[in-house]
């Protein structure tokens, strides 16, 4: 201790021990050291002190400043440990709300969810931004589903949450005439356009489910149970649905819609018959299959270079038979 407080101590009665200098002055001994009452620290001090918690018992140390500033500001007058603190604040909102939590009350609620909403106008332009004519004079919240039509596809009534629309979400029969027809990357005479629509289906949807099942929902390569995908394997999905146009004595035809109901529904149940027929697809990662097709291609790899890529990463339980379960 140094200066004023050395004077301020004398002041409320401690005794400071002294010692004569070299020069002869009365001065304070060095490294003094005094043992003073917690409520005498002066406001600011940096001493650390313990403090007990009044729920739990438990004792933590802060500095003699900071905790004198916390109880100040504090409503109730208590001290409490960092697990203790919703008991605090329960307390406290008890004592000024008279609940333990705000939002039980029904004021506090409504201005929390005003607060918290988009001015529907906003939304309402973020859906024509996207390309959409919006159908909805209300807005609740980013998860309510909400009337609209595409500037192109008028006559489809859909429905939009507004964070599918942050979320880059745009019009569904756009994308699909954007990836169908001549143009498109990957075109072999109209047999993409058809490929888009019988692999999103709910058909060939169950049974990737069931071949994620069928490997208890683990990566066959890395074992792992995150961001899985369903690899077809040698016989792709490609291969697929040109066995079951074969069979059915159908042509490809250069747009999906020049195919009636009942043809579609033909080609999709044939698909799914042969999926079954040919067994259940790999399971793997997002990261596995990129890895795979980086190393095999995406054509023209066998059922030899699967094993070889999943064998050398995983052991595989031969007592499910083979990879296709077959």
Not at 39 to 47: A, N, Q, Y
Not at 103 to 109: F, G, K, P
Not at 274 to 291: K, P, R
């Amino acid at each position: 201790m140094r200066g004023m407080n050395l004077k301020r101590y004398e002041n409320m009665g401690y005794t400071i021990p002294r010692r004569i200098g070299s020069q002869g002055r009365i001065m304070a001994t060095p490294k003094t050291s005094l043992l003073i009452k917690v409520e005498d620290l002066s406001r600011g001090s940096e001493v650390r002190i313990d403090v007990k918690c009044d729920y739990c018992g438990k004792v933590k140390t802060m500095q003699y400043g900071n905790y004198v500033i916390q109880v100040e500001k504090d409503i109730i007058k208590k001290d409490c440990c960092v697990k203790c603190k919703s008991l605090k604040i329960a307390e406290s909102n008890l004592y000024t709300y008279g609940v333990k939590n705000p939002m039980q009350l029904e004021d506090v609620r409504k201005r929390q969810n005003d607060s918290n909403r988009t001015n529907i106008e906003i939304v309402r332009l973020a859906f024509d931004k996207k390309g959409f004519i919006p159908l909805f004079d209300t807005y609740k919240n980013d998860r309510e589903k909400l009337k609209c039509r595409c500037k192109i596809h008028t006559d489809i009534l859909q429905e939009k949450t507004y964070t599918s629309i942050k979320d880059d979400d745009g019009c569904w029969y756009c994308g699909r005439d954007r990836i169908s027809g001549e143009k498109h990357w990957n075109w072999n005479g109209g047999i993409t356009d058809l490929r888009v629509y019988i692999h999103n289906s709910k058909s060939i949807k169950m049974w990737k489910k069931d071949s994620l099942k069928y490997h208890n929902y683990r990566c066959m390569k890395t074992r792992k149970k995150e961001e899985l995908v369903v690899h077809h394997g040698f016989r792709s999905f490609s291969y697929i649905l040109n066995e079951a146009m074969n069979q059915l004595n159908l042509e490809i035809r250069p747009h999906v819609s020049l195919y009636t109901k009942e043809e579609l529904h033909k080609i999709e149940m044939k698909c799914l018959q042969l999926h079954y027929w040919y067994g259940f697809g790999y399971v793997m990662t997002q990261s596995a299959h990129i890895e795979f097709h980086k190393t095999y291609g995406y054509t023209g790899f066998t059922d030899d270079d699967l094993n070889s890529f999943l064998y050398g990463y995983c052991d595989w339980d031969y007592e499910h038979g083979s990879m296709f379960g077959e």
